[in-house]
């Protein structure tokens, strides 16, 4: 069973920055995919920013040029960069992994953290 961990959420100011990290159990470099997903209240949790082994990016419109995910495979960490947030970007930011299919869906996700709150004040 692969555990998750994030941390680095925090409450800041709209324009202001955030570092999400997640520390995993196993070898990120051995995921087939890793991403960063995020849940308002009120709304269904959605994708946020994802890479893939070959290191491959991809990010939801709303977050591009904006966030920046990567990963450090010697230390088993993921990263969220967040700068120029905004009051939408609130939410719980979860770390999830794959082991097969990367993409947005939650139902492809194998392995999720217990979140962190990020909260963004205009």
């Known amino acids: 069973q692969v555990q998750l961990v994030e941390s680095g959420g925090g409450s800041v100011q709209a324009g202001g920055s955030l570092r999400l990290s997640c520390a995993a159990s196993?070898?990120?470099?051995?995921?087939?995919?890793m991403s960063w997903f995020r849940q308002a209240p009120g709304k269904e949790r959605e994708g946020v920013a994802r890479r893939t082994r070959d290191g491959t990016t991809a990010y939801v419109n709303s977050v591009e040029g904006r966030f920046t995910i990567s990963q450090d495979n010697a230390k088993n960490i993921l990263y969220l960069q967040m700068d120029n947030l905004k009051p939408e970007d609130t939410g719980m930011y979860y770390c999830a992994a794959a082991n097969k299919v990367c993409s947005w869906l939650t139902r492809t996700v194998d392995y999720w953290g217990q979140g962190t709150q990020v909260t963004v004040s205009s």
């Open positions: 196993t070898s990120t470099y051995s995921m087939f995919c």
